[in-house]
Nanobody, 116 residues
Framework: QVQLVESGGGLVQAGGSLRLSCAASGSVFRLNVMGWYRRAPGKQREVVASITSGGITVYADSVKGRFTISRDNVKNTVYLQMNTLQPEDTALYYC??????????WGQGTQVTVSS
């Protein structure tokens, strides 16, 4: 069993920055993929960014150049540095962990709200 706890969300003005954190605990395998998803009101859930335990990253086109995903394998923590935030980034952000078995674990989410 894996538990994920997100933190760092909040309210910020357009152009501002936030840093999200997600700490994993429990039966976390060394080899895994962690990532961030988001769901905005009236929209489908979408992938924001992901990172493997080896450090390979993938970003959604909409956040390239603005967001940076990173991880600390000792702490089993993944981060999302969000810069030049836009109102379109407003959403509930979820942390996800996936093992090689394809089983997925989700955090409860942290709200990010960007004002105009």
């Amino acid at each position: 069993q894996v538990q994920l706890v997100e933190s760092g969300g909040g309210l910020v003005q357009a152009g501002g920055s936030l840093r999200l954190s997600c700490a994993a605990s429990g039966s976390v395998f060394r080899l895994n993929v962690m990532g961030w998803y988001r769901r905005a009101p009236g929209k489908q859930r979408e992938v924001v960014a992901s990172i493997t335990s080896g450090g390979i990253t993938v970003y959604a086109d909409s956040v390239k150049g603005r967001f940076t995903i990173s991880r600390d394998n000792v702490k089993n923590t993944v981060y999302l540095q969000m810069n030049t935030l836009q109102p379109e980034d407003t959403a509930l952000y979820y942390c996800k962990l996936k093992h090689g078995s394809a089983l997925s674990y989700w955090g409860q989410g942290t709200q990010v709200t960007v004002s105009s």
